[in-house]
């Protein structure tokens, strides 16, 4: 950041008074400019044990697959952005979402939050924002080519849960070390 977003003069970095980081402050009309994570929600969207995938058509990771998920919108929560995303990016609508888990990625400022549901039924189809929209069964994933380590950590531990049929609430935090492959 070079300029205030208020005033439009420079900021600098400077701790500010009763704060313990560096912000970019304006030195004119002394706005604290916050730079916070980014909020992104997901649907797990399941019919009859398959998964719904879409291969994105935007950047980043264009052409690979990825569940339905995005940038939560000011105004909605959670819930309302998961089911936001899944519509604009798969054409699909769901039922019985439930809250399944919570990915901190401190290292790229981003938290994830993803919803399990069923398909309302088995219309869907690609949009501008997917190229492709397919379900697939577990041993079908194409793991090789998923767009986001988020995506293969979910997947991974849902299908686990899905063998025992327990689908508690994950909370995890994902380091740069452990979304290595």
């Known amino acids: 950041m070079k300029f205030c977003s208020n005033c439009g003069n420079k900021v600098t970095q400077q701790i500010p008074e009763g704060d313990n980081r560096l912000r970019f402050v304006c030195n004119h009309c002394n706005t604290v ?41 000011n105004d909605e929560s959670t819930l309302e952005g998961a089911l936001r995303e899944c519509d604009e990016e798969a054409n699909a609508e769901v039922i019985e979402p439930t809250l399944y888990a ?46 986001f380590p988020v995506v293969r950590a979910v997947l991974k531990r849902y299908l686990s849960d899905r063998k025992s049929n327990q689908f508690n609430v994950i909370q995890e935090v994902i380091t740069r070390q452990s979304h290595r492959p």
């Open 33 to 73: 400019h916050y730079q916070n994570p980014s909020v992104i929600a997901g649907v797990l969207p399941e019919h009859k044990q398959q998964i719904l995938l879409c291969k994105r058509a935007i950047e980043p990771q264009k052409g690979r697959w990825t569940l339905p998920a995005g940038f939560l919108e």
């Open 102 to 147: 919570l990915y901190d990625i401190p290292y790229i400022n981003q938290v994830y939050v993803f919803y399990r549901a069923q398909l309302k039924n088995k219309e869907f189809g690609p949009s501008s924002e997917s190229t492709e929209v397919a379900l697939f069964n577990e041993e079908d994933i194409p793991w090789d080519e998923l767009a």
